[in-house]
């Protein structure tokens, strides 16, 4: 039997939507498979690895580890939201300058935490950066450069 | 003028889509009418297929098809890229852990879920083959079937391949000092972050297939194989891999999706989980036995070197990792005598497949930490003993191959001094050095083709896949600095095979050496072009038309690359296309079909503090020299090293699969399976080249990229013993083997 739907409204990247979920989506499947919002990544599917972070009402969340269902109501932001009009933010345009893009899969998640743990400590310290991003793996082991490009972001050099 | 870009660091090529999530991976991609793919195995790594019943999966509503074995073309075709032994699904058995005996295809995932729960599967469990031990047991099940190589004397064993490779004599050679070990090298997982994907579509009489993959011209060979169709009618589209290290370069899954597609005429996708992605690639896992011999001065007399392998249930590329690994074994040195005899036993595991560092990684653990153990001997310094076994450049040290194309010595210095060997150490600490020595190809052929268009800009096809190396931004500086355009007038373009010529592999670190140098020639040709062209325009012979960086020069009069394009091209326009080619042939006298195109040598220094309380391993100094020859793009050269170094970290500290009785893989997925986390970087991080333009790529360049792991364990389990005076032989350097081995240390056993 075809499960009931859940109607949920959100703001995502500061556009209100009403869709229609299935009751065990989580937001991951729903932002990438419902709006098409494929920037967030989906790797190991139990919170442990990043790939999938967004910002919801103001925390960074594992957003494979939270139903559709939960974000009603809710404000989101993704990878997709940051740059406005084309324009990179601070945190993007570090990122490139520092060169922590490497294959880039985890990039868009790491960002993400990144950003939260601005948005919360405009100024951490290296101990602090390391302490946000603790939960984003990337394989690649672009970590060293990572850090430089969050650093960088919060001395506001890269402006 | 425009920018000379050789040795600067531009912007990665694509970076801006990779910060903005505009990048498609190839799980982003989306087809009209797709069919969601789910993959149904057995609970066990070994097992006897009695019946697959798919009545009760099929009635689930939005399936459209699930396969077997049944439903293929019979005997079910099978495939590899050097033995035809693994089929597109499990026939009769399954083999391991994960191999897929039914696939179900719906129009939901939703639905393909539910149906694969639905498939039921009566099998009977066999003995399995999970070890070294168990695959040289006389007794145990064969894990390929003998029909399959009938020709082969070792058909009825479960050894794939003895190799012997060696010259001198070590039976008769003088040491005064010999030192015997054993060493062991646990399968590891790939972990790339974007799990392995998958999609195919009908394509009229042909088939179009989408794999992150990182040789996509030999997945276009395989399904022309399996499918019995013209190379010409199997597309391959390559999205850029979101990391690969190996994993990615050898199909997989990509034949059961083109029988899928051709079956249900509609586009199939399969994304396979992390679990399922643990279960389709693994590194090779290693017992390597080494007796060693020395003079008393430090000289190397032999190495007699027994190395087993256990590789998977197929083949895959692995029959290649144990070849070339154990052929360097010595590694970088001047040895007079060496005995290296390898086998490649098979198992039912997950196929072992290439993995960064090709097999290198696992001797260097066993050979480097030799020496080590002979330095301690004779009382000589570990820095001192390499430096008088290093070769100079020129020198021949494998005999038949490639001499020694670098300063190695000065690598070996630089990685010293970034530790400060030899100063004083702080109590609990212990520093450790080592080199890695891989070879890079063998064999290539690699093409490009170069358009110039009508505004001046330029669009390169190349066959090469860039998984983050870097390879559109390092390709974009040589067209942009050969040709004097700016950067951003640099297209390159990737992925298709439909439209990029032809290209043995991206593997080897062998992109901007053996691609670079098609690039590279392909500019020239156009240069050539413009010359013979411009010769008129200018009133000139062709001898005294001069092409440099976007002006051409006569001796009359100069003209840019715009004013001479609008007048030679004129109202119709058009362009100016050029093709560029670097191809090695095999070479069968060679044991590996080749001398290798250079050596991509590295060497890892670490030091590193041990909580005797806990055996935990604190890194406070790491460094990496890599001899890149020259770094065209210092920024990626240092990304990729220091990215290699902390891989290194990873199966040198914590990583390690962990099987079951029944050849389950335990610690499946990210939870259980640990890798390398920003918290885990070394304190201080040094990755660091030597450039002295020796290379044989454009402007004296080699190849990077897997050297910074080529000596990461020896180099830290060395630092660790100085640190502890316990030895460990065995990856990884958990705290649990370093807290039981200081314990046994204390009790003097």
């Not at chain 2, 951003?488 to 992925?495: H, I, P, W």
């Amino acid at each position: 039997m075809p499960a009931r739907t859940v109607s949920v409204t959100m703001t995502v990247n500061g556009r209100v939507r009403t869709l229609e979920v299935q009751p065990h989506h989580t937001l991951l499947q729903c932002l990438r498979e419902q709006l098409e919002l494929t920037g967030t990544k989906e790797c190991c599917s139990m919170g442990e690895c990043g790939a999938c972070t967004v910002i919801v009402d103001g925390r960074s969340v594992n957003s494979c580890l939270m139903l559709a269902a939960e974000a009603d109501g809710c404000t989101v932001t993704t990878i997709e939201g940051l740059a406005q009009d084309g324009r990179l933010n601070a945190l993007q345009e570090s990122f490139l300058e520092a060169g922590a893009v490497q294959c880039g899969f985890c990039i868009p998640g790491m960002v993400m935490a990144a950003q939260d743990l601005l948005n919360h400590n405009p100024h951490p310290t290296v101990e602090q950066i390391k302490e946000g991003l603790a939960g984003n793996l990337c394989r690649c082991g672009g970590y060293a450069r990572i850090i430089e490009a969050v650093h960088a972001a919060s001395r506001g050099k890269m402006e | 003028m425009s920018a000379e870009w050789i040795g600067k660091s531009p912007r990665r090529v694509g970076g801006f889509e990779r910060v903005t999530g505009a990048q498609q991976f190839l799980a982003d991609i989306r087809l009209d009418g797709t069919l969601s793919v789910r993959l149904v195995h057995v609970d066990c790594g070994h097992a006897k297929i009695i019946e697959v019943d798919t009545s009760e999966a099929a009635k689930v509503p939005g399936v459209h098809r699930v396969l077997t074995a049944a439903d293929l073309p019979q005997p079910v075709p099978r495939f590899g890229p050097t033995f035809q032994d693994r089929p597109v699904i499990a026939v009769d058995e399954a083999k391991f852990f994960g191999e897929p005996v039914a696939a179900v295809a719906a129009e939901t995932d939703d639905a393909a879920q539910e149906a694969a729960a639905q498939v039921r599967l009566r099998y009977e469990e066999l003995r399995g083959v999970y070890t070294i031990d168990d695959a040289l047991d006389s007794g145990a099940p064969l894990v390929q079937d003998p029909s399959l190589r009938p020709k082969d004397p070792l058909r009825n064993t479960n050894t794939l391949e003895e190799l012997k490779f060696g010259w001198g004599d070590v039976e008769k050679a003088h040491a005064d000092v010999v030192v015997e070990d054993t060493y062991t090298f646990p399968m590891v997982t790939h972990f790339a972050i974007e799990p392995y994907a998958f999609m195919a579509a009908p394509d009229g009489d042909g088939i179009r297939v989408w794999s992150p993959i990182q040789h996509p011209f030999i997945l276009q060979r395989i399904i022309a194989d399996v499918l019995e169709l013209p190379l010409a009618k199997v597309r391959i589209f390559a999205p850029d891999p979101g990391g690969g290290f190996g994993g990615k370069g050898y199909p997989k899954f990509e034949p059961l999706l083109a029988f899928l597609a051709l079956k249900t005429g509609r586009p199939v996708r399969l994304v396979l989980t992390l679990e399922e992605s643990f279960q389709a690639g693994r590194r090779m896992a290693n017992r390597v036995r080494v007796r060693s011999g020395f003079l008393r001065n430090g000289s190397i007399v032999f190495h007699d070197i027994m190395a087993d392998c256990m590789i998977g249930a197929y083949v895959d590329i692995a029959a290649r990792v144990v070849e070339k690994a154990s052929y360097t074994a010595c590694g970088p040195y001047r040895v007079p005598n060496a005995r290296i005899l390898s086998r490649a036993l098979l198992s039912h595991t997950t196929p072992s497949t290439a993995f960064r560092g090709f097999g290198v990684p696992q001797m260097s653990w066993a050979v480097e930490s030799q020496l080590d153990e002979a330095a301690r001997k004779l009382g000589i310094d570990r820095v001192e003993i390499r430096l008088r076994n290093l070769p100079r450049k020129g020198e021949v040290f494998i005999p038949g191959d490639l001499p020694c194309d670098g300063n190695w010595d000065e690598a070996l210095r630089k990685a010293a001094a970034a530790v400060d060997w030899g100063s004083p150490l702080a109590r609990g600490r212990g520093r450790g050095i080592a080199l890695g020595l891989k070879i890079s190809a063998t064999y290539a052929a690699s093409y490009v083709v170069l358009r110039l268009h009508y505004d001046g800009s330029a669009t390169l096809m190349t066959g090469t896949s860039d998984m983050g190396q870097g390879a559109r931004t390092v390709f974009s500086q040589i067209v942009a600095h050969e040709m004097g355009i700016p950067l951003s007038q640099v297209a390159v373009v990737m992925g298709d095979t439909a439209v990029v010529p032809y290209d043995t592999s991206t593997s080897a670190s062998r992109s901007t050496v053996i691609m670079g140098t098609a690039v590279f020639r392909a500019c020239q040709e156009l240069k050539a072009q413009i010359r013979r062209l411009a010769a008129d325009t200018l009133s000139a012979s062709e001898n005294e038309v001069v092409v440099d960086r976007g002006v051409i020069h006569g001796p009359k009069g100069d003209l840019t690359f715009l004013a001479f394009l609008r007048d030679f091209l004129g109202s119709t326009r058009g362009e100016l296309i050029a093709v560029g080619q670097e191809v090695k042939k095999k070479t069968w006298k060679h044991p590996l079909a080749g001398t290798t195109v250079f050596y991509e040598l590295s060497c890892t220094a670490a030091e590193v503090e041990v909580d005797t309380g806990t055996g935990m391993i604190l890194i406070h100094t790491f460094a990496t020299v890599g001899d890149v020859g020259k770094a065209l793009n210092p920024q990626h050269v240092e990304m990729q090293d220091g990215g290699a170094a902390v891989m290194g970290l990873g199966h040198t500290l914590m990583e390690h699969l962990i099987l079951d009785a029944s050849g389950r893989i335990r610690n499946l997925g990210a939870l259980d399976y640990r890798i390398p986390t920003i918290k885990d970087l070394p304190l201080q991080m040094h990755s660091l080249a030597i450039e002295n333009e020796d290379g044989p790529g454009p402007y004296g360049s080699k190849g990077t990229g897997e050297g910074g792991l080529l000596a990461t364990s020896p180099a830290v389990g060395s630092a660790v013993q100085e640190a502890t005076g316990v030895k460990i032989r065995d990856l990884p350097l958990t705290p649990e083997r370093i807290w039981q081995g200081l314990q046994d240390h204390v009790r003097g056993r």
